[in-house]
């Protein structure tokens, strides 16, 4: 079970935040306003990570707030928010902010980050990784260039191979059968001209087809 104290100026976004997590392996442990009003709510309660929206606000200054806070260095901290420049969300991984992620990503997504935040893990999102990394995504790896991309379904799929998940385990998370999950995997293997699945998942991941 993850601990998550959340961070959000509405009680509105608080509620939808806690609302997503209702279902997942995540227990809402405090919330508050703004960083600046936690005052010792932290100190008082255990918490394993601390899920900031920067939805409608300005995620640099949410950011350069959390820098010159030092909560970062102290607990694992993730922040939501509905655009970010690519400069400021390489300057948040710097500053020691575990993840800088869209508001919009699946609760699924969002539960897995959460869990890799807590373990000490950095999550990048695909759309973050060339202004991370721009030496080691060339344009030959982009998914435009596949010769046959992938389809919505084979992207669900991919995520779900890069995490381990047998076919059956996809079958039975897909509500399809074992043939089509089967089916599936030997497509995305073609497209991606892999050899196996654990050659997909690394594939997928050097694309940014797969969210870390």
Known sequence: MIRVFLIAASPLA????????????VKIVGSAAAIDALGSD???TQVDVLVVDASG???EAIIESLAESDLAAEIPVVVLTEAASPAASVEALQAGIRAVLPSEISTDQLAAALQA??????????????????????????????????T??????????AAGLANKEIAARLNISDHTAKFHVAAILGKL????RTEAAALGIRRGLVLL
């Not at 935040?117 to 995504?137: N, Q, S």
């Not at 001209?193 to 196996?196: D, N, P, R």
Request: aromatic residues 4%; negative net charge; proline residues 11%.
């Open 152 to 161: 919505r379904r084979e992207r669900e799929v991919l995520q779900m191979l």
């Open 57 to 59: 606000e300005a995620p």
């Open 42 to 44: 932290l100190s008082d």
């Open 14 to 25: 608080r509620a939808a935040l806690q609302n997503r997590f209702k279902v997942q392996s």
């Open 117 to 150: 935040a807590a373990a000490g893990l950095v999550v990048l999102h695909p759309a973050e990784i060339p202004a991370a990394f721009p030496a080691a995504t060339p344009a030959s790896q982009s998914l435009a260039e596949l010769p046959e991309p992938l």
């Open 193 to 196: 001209g892999a050899a196996t």
